[in-house]
Every structure is written in structure tokens, then in C-alpha cells.
């Protein structure tokens, strides 16, 4: 069980995601490819999302202190959604997404905790790619701890995207 005190600590310390590490890149095209196409082998972005059949957007402000992004109402049929962008590039990696919207929701973890009781917290990842590009993440263990601290799910998406020629 995480505690207040271990979650301080890291907090406190350094940064969630170590930007001195040597990871694995997001994304590697095969050799060949990479020297026909200099362009990204991907793009990708992340949300964080709560959504829940009756929530109310302006509740969720006022109890986190924040406004969202972007705001459905809940209505009988369909969820209400609340939901905060990363406003990283595409060519971030995905670690580096997750980081800064933890960063902006920590503040509120307690809150956020209580309202996993009654709603569904996501974090939502999008990866698209060139057909023949190997995607490959890191999620280091304490980015892992924290979203699991806060009570969400992490979903990722990853498609091909076909290139365009001119």
C-alpha cells in the first residue's frame, strides 16, 4: 500500500520520468526506412478523462480546483466527461505525456481517490504510426505507482497510419 509519506517522497524528489535515462525510444523504424523517410515513425498524445452516467463538469471543477478542457454533461444514456489535455507535441513520448497530466492532477489526489468510488479515471494514449514502424514504451515503475496511487486505468491505442505521398 502506498503511503502519504512515500508518495511525498516522491513528489519531492526527482523528476516522476528521469530525462538522463537511456530509454528505448517510443518508436524505431527499420533502417532502411528511416533513411527514405525522415519524418517521425510516430505521433501520439494523452488525456486524462473521468466519466461517470450522472457527473455533473461543474461539480468536478469546483471539487478539483481546476477547469476542464473539455466538458460533456452526463445524461440518462449517455456519461458525462471531464477531461484534461496534455499539451506536450505529438513527437513527446508517451511517459513524458503521463508525467505532465500527473503533475497538474497530484495536487488533488485525494480528491480524485474519492471520486474513483463513483466514476471511471483514464488516462487515454494514442499512438498512430508508420505501417512498418516498431512501437515500443517505458513506463517507469513510479509513473506506474502514482496513476495507481490516483485510482485510474491506462489505455493505450496504437494504429497504423498509412503514408501520404505526394
Known sequence: ??????LEELLAGAPLIEQNSNPSPPAEASTSEAAADSGPAFTGWC??????EDLNPDHINLLLNMDADRA?????GRPGLWQLNSSLTAQARLDEHLDQLLRRLLP???????????ARLEFFCAIE?????MIEF????????LIGYVGA??????????????
Open 138 to 145: 517505458h513506463l517507469p515503475p513510479q509513473l506506474l505507482l
Open 1 to 6: 500500500m502506498v503511503t502519504e509519506t512515500l
Open 47 to 52: 488525456i486524462f478523462t473521468i466519466t461517470a
Open 72 to 76: 460533456v454533461q452526463g445524461l440518462p
Open 153 to 166: 486505468h491506462v489505455v493505450c491505442e496504437i494504429s497504423d497510419v498509412a503514408k501520404t505521398t505526394s
Open 129 to 133: 504510426k508508420r505501417t512498418s514502424a
Open 108 to 118: 488533488v489526489r485525494n480528491q480524485l481517490r474519492r471520486i474513483a468510488h463513483d
